[in-house]
């Protein structure tokens, strides 16, 4: 990883838990079971990226770029997405570990949450138009003057958001669902 431009190229259990690395630019590069936990990874651009089977627990990516980046079967607790450069912000996640993660104010249209938890991260400010939550589990996740146009809840579970503070137009929820629609208002549905 010492190279500046890394094109096409595959990092495989690959260690590097509390390290900085900075300035670096990853294009088409696949990561497999790499431990990134605690690294710090400030103003890196990763284009066309897949991350497979990773640990970025509390990974900092303060000024890098995501484009394109997938993220499958990875656990990525606690990591500040909000922190990424916003433009091309792009990304995917398929059966993750997002819990504690933060996407605030992000531009995230037709992004894919599938099969992950998402417990606890805040979708405040953000603009999710078009995008699916796929069997995701929303525990305690927080949407807050959020973009929830065109949204597909329809397999999401233990959500709670307040349809007052919230753009919903068009949004689809599955009439289990509703009942975290309503949960502001205290009332009992049976």
């Known amino acids: 990883m ?4 890394h094109d096409n190229k595959v990092f495989e259990d690959i260690v590097y838990a509390d390290k ?12 497999k079971k790499c431990d990134f936990s605690n690294s710090n990874f400030v103003h890196n651009k990763f284009l066309d990226c897949v991350f497979e089977g990773c640990n970025l627990t509390m990974m900092k990516l303060e000024g890098s770029t995501l484009s394109n980046a997938e993220f499958k079967n990875c656990k990525i607790l606690g990591v500040n997405f909000s922190e990424c450069q916003d433009f091309l912000f ?51 996740a927080v949407f807050s003057r959020t973009d929830l146009t065109s949204v597909n809840f329809i397999t999401a579970y233990n959500y709670t958001m307040d349809p007052e503070i919230n753009i919903l137009k068009k949004a689809s929820f599955s009439a289990q669902g509703v009942a975290g629609l309503l949960a502001k208002y205290n009332i009992k549905i049976v």
Do not use: I, P, W
Request: a neutral charge; aromatic letters at 12%.
């Open 90 to 140: 792009s990304v995917a996640f398929n059966n993750c570990m997002l819990d504690y993660a933060s996407f605030m104010g992000k531009k995230m249209v037709k992004t894919n949450f599938s099969h992950s938890s998402l417990k606890e991260v805040s979708f405040s400010q953000a603009n999710l138009t078009g995008s699916v939550f796929e069997q995701t589990d929303l525990n305690n």
């Open 20 to 31: 900085l690395v900075k300035g670096r630019e990853f294009q088409s590069c696949k990561f």
């Open 2 to 5: 010492e190279e500046l431009v």
